[in-house]
């Protein structure tokens, strides 16, 4: 699967909207791009997931470019409730395996 | 409503003392996922059950199994826990390459 390269972290503040970019060079033909959401002590959340061009749904979109190797993960208008790590996964369209990279820890500030 | 339950949420087991973490699931899924994760780490994925075929990580030590006795159930099995292997133990399910749903987590400390 390929490997995801994201910011480590962002700061944001409430009501502003958030793009996170994460980098996947080596993303195969039939994978997918999804992204998680994780707060501490929880397991990780489905936000969003998608294949090519933009994908909406009622809490993110999902922005993927013609040659799928980056994606843009977009939070419109966050709350003090998004501060939370984000993972940028490519999910294999063959098995459904899902490989973590970093992460990126966003921060929320009034 | 259908979720992904992991039981005990806290365990403490001592150096050298086999464990095991279960995983039910009222989702009917028929993949069900074990990940490890360590503090301020991301998820690493130890193994994963594509109904009965197990699928295990080439890194994932010998020290931990799984078994999946049937479709709702999972056990992770660590037979010698060693101090390294203090993490929060997740499960997840999924129906093939839709979303995964992770359980809430089993926190294991080792002493």
């Known amino acids: 699967l390929a490997k995801t390269t994201q910011p480590i972290s962002m700061d944001s503040y409430e009501g502003q909207e958030v793009n996170i970019t994460c980098s996947h060079n080596n993303i195969a033909t039939n994978d997918y791009i999804t992204w998680y959401q994780q707060f501490p002590s929880q397991g990780p959340r489905f936000i969003i997931q998608?294949?090519?061009t933009k994908v909406t749904n009622e809490v993110a979109s999902l922005f993927i470019p013609a040659d799928r190797k980056s994606s843009t993960l977009s939070l419109p208008r966050v709350s003090l409730s998004d501060t939370a790590v984000y993972y940028c996964?490519?999910?294999?369209?063959?098995?459904?395996?899902?490989?973590f990279g970093q992460g990126t820890t966003l921060q929320v500030k009034p | 409503d259908a979720m992904v339950i992991q039981n005990p949420r806290y365990q403490v087991t001592q150096f050298g003392k086999p464990v095991t973490l279960s995983c039910s699931q009222t989702?009917?899924?028929?993949?069900m996922y074990w990940y490890q994760q360590k503090s301020s780490q991301a998820p690493k994925l130890l193994f994963h059950y594509y109904d009965k075929d197990f699928n295990n990580e080439a890194d994932t030590p010998d020290n931990f199994q799984s078994r999946r006795p049937n479709t709702s159930f999972c056990f992770l099995d660590i037979r010698s826990p060693g101090l390294g292997d203090a993490a929060m133990y997740l499960c997840?399910?999924?129906?093939?390459?839709?979303?995964?749903?992770f359980g809430p987590g089993t926190r294991l400390t080792v002493t």
């Open positions: 997840a399910t999924s129906s093939g390459q839709d979303e995964q749903y």
């Open positions: 996964l490519v999910g294999s369209g063959n098995t459904g395996k899902l490989i």
């Open positions: 989702l009917n899924h028929n993949v």
């Open positions: 998608g294949y090519k």
